[in-house]
Nanobody
């Protein structure tokens, strides 16, 4: 069974930092991508990831909303993907989900992702 476990959320003041982690188990492939999505309070989950990383070569994608503030990385030996979030803003408040895309070409579109974690809440106070 494929499982993704997101963790690391919490309450932080604006300008602060948090590090999210996504632990992947039960999946084996030469190549896949792990993406991070978010859902703000009272809104639908965004249909496009804020960031993703490709397993085989570590290539990354960032949305304009987080570029320069967030950094995605992977530890393939531990099957873990991290999202370092710096200079957090109140508008970053959301439940953050990690998800796995198992087919190329990899995408930031949510419908391309096959497996999802349960989400972790990030709250940024002003």
């Amino acid at each position: 069974e494929v499982q993704l476990q997101a963790s690391g959320g919490g309450l932080v003041q604006a300008g602060g930092s948090l590090r999210l982690s996504c632990a992947v188990s039960g999946f084996s492939s030469d190549d896949y991508a792990i993406g991070w999505f978010r859902q703000a309070p009272g809104k639908e989950r965004e249909g496009y990831s804020i960031s993703y990383i490709r397993y085989s070569d570590g290539s990354t994608y960032y949305s304009d909303s987080v570029k320069g503030r967030f950094t995605i990385s992977s530890d393939n030996a531990k099957n873990t993907v991290s999202l370092e979030m710096n200079n957090l803003k109140p508008e970053d408040t959301a439940v953050y989900y990690c998800a796995l895309d198992r087919r190329m070409p990899f995408s930031n579109w949510e419908l391309e992702y096959d497996y999802w974690g349960q989400g972790t809440l990030v709250t940024v106070s002003s």
